[in-house]
């Protein structure tokens, strides 16, 4: 659930970087179409990178029993 939340988050704050990559028309148009081309790469290869860290199988340690330690405590001392 917290990679999904972090991924989530690192979208959205990417998205949130490049506002001006929306914009149409004007003199910049030709650029802001690479630019976007660009991010939308961008955004397969990092999405392809958290899809794979999110399926990598995860091997958790074995458990190991340890028992309680024996306590030997002299008996009460009688005076």
């Not at 917290?2 to 988050?9: E, N, P, S, V, Y």
Request: proline fraction near 13%; avoid cysteine.
């Amino acid at each position: 659930m917290r990679k999904i939340l972090a991924m989530t988050l690192a979208g959205g704050l990417l998205l949130a970087t490049f506002p001006n990559a929306a914009l149409a028309g004007g003199s910049h148009a030709v650029r802001n179409r690479w630019t976007g081309a660009v991010i939308g790469a961008a955004a397969v290869v990092v999405g392809g990178l958290f899809l794979d860290a999110l399926q990598a199988p995860f091997a958790a340690p074995p458990a190991t029993y340890a028992p309680p330690p024996v306590v030997y405590a002299p008996p009460p001392s009688v005076y």
